[in-house]
């Protein structure tokens, strides 16, 4: 089971800035928080990674408190191009030695509207 | 830098029989991922390489999928005999270093009719 909770829709006028919020109550010491974003008819692609504050990057921004239950992607000003899915993960040891899962829930589909 | 390529990107057949899908990771990477994505789903894990070996298979349904990475390189994942639930989007990542940063193909739609 994904240990990640997510809205499954969002809406967005174009030039906005759209906020997508992740909960994880349960997240390890060690784990990260990452981010992909997934168009149709394409595989997921990463777009940021974080593990506690603050990290931006030329995509996205993603705001961790300190207690790390909880994650928001920002995207500045939005376009037509950003409607896709995002997903929320949270990494998790796998049962091999060596193994580390990305679990994908179903996202947020989010729709930016002209 | 080449991404990471698959083929075919679709493919229809009918159940009992059998299918393979090809991999070819980015150049260097070590680690290797076969994910199953079905409609309106996330992808899930069915197995991960770590150069030529199995690291995690334990979602893999292994009385009818099973998978390869010779030499540490490409891998191909073989369905047999494929079932009407086969139906899915199947997706090779590779990565380097980090787990949390893997790169997608663009993955191979299988229909099984």
């Keep these: 089971l994904a240990k990640t909770t997510q809205p499954i829709s969002m809406d967005s006028y174009e030039g906005q800035e759209v906020n997508i919020t992740c909960s994880h109550n349960n997240i390890a010491t060690n784990d990260y928080i990452t981010w992909y974003q997934q168009f149709p008819s394409q595989g ?12 931006t990057n030329e995509v996205a921004s993603l705001f961790i408190p300190a207690d790390r239950k909880s994650s928001t992607l920002s995207l500045p000003r939005v ?14 040891r796998g049962s091999g030695a060596g193994s580390y899962q990305l679990t994908f829930g179903k996202g947020t589909k989010l729709s930016v509207i002209p | 830098e080449a991404g990471v390529a698959q083929s075919p990107r679709y493919k229809i057949i009918e159940k009992r029989q059998s299918v393979a ?10 680690t290797l991922y076969w994910y199953q994505q079905i409609l309106g789903q996330g992808p899930k894990l069915l197995i991960q390489f ?17 998978a390869e990475r010779l030499k540490g390189v490409d891998s191909t994942l073989k369905i047999q005999p494929a079932k009407l639930e086969d139906s899915a989007v199947y997706l090779c ?12 193909g663009p993955g191979t739609r299988l229909t099984v009719t």
């Excluded at chain 2, 990542?93 to 997608?104: D, N």
């Design chain 1, 44 to 55: 997921p692609r990463f777009i940021i990674q974080g593990y506690k504050t603050k990290v």
């Design chain 1, 79 to 92: 376009s037509l191009s950003d409607t896709a899915v995002y997903y929320c993960l949270v990494g998790e």
């Design chain 2, 21 to 30: 899908f090809w991999c070819n990771p980015i150049s260097g990477h070590a």
């Design chain 2, 50 to 66: 770590q150069n030529n070996g199995v690291v995690d298979d334990s979602q893999l349904p292994k009385d009818r999928f099973s």
């Design chain 2, 93 to 104: 990542a590779s990565s380097s270093g980090l787990p949390e940063e893997q790169y997608f």
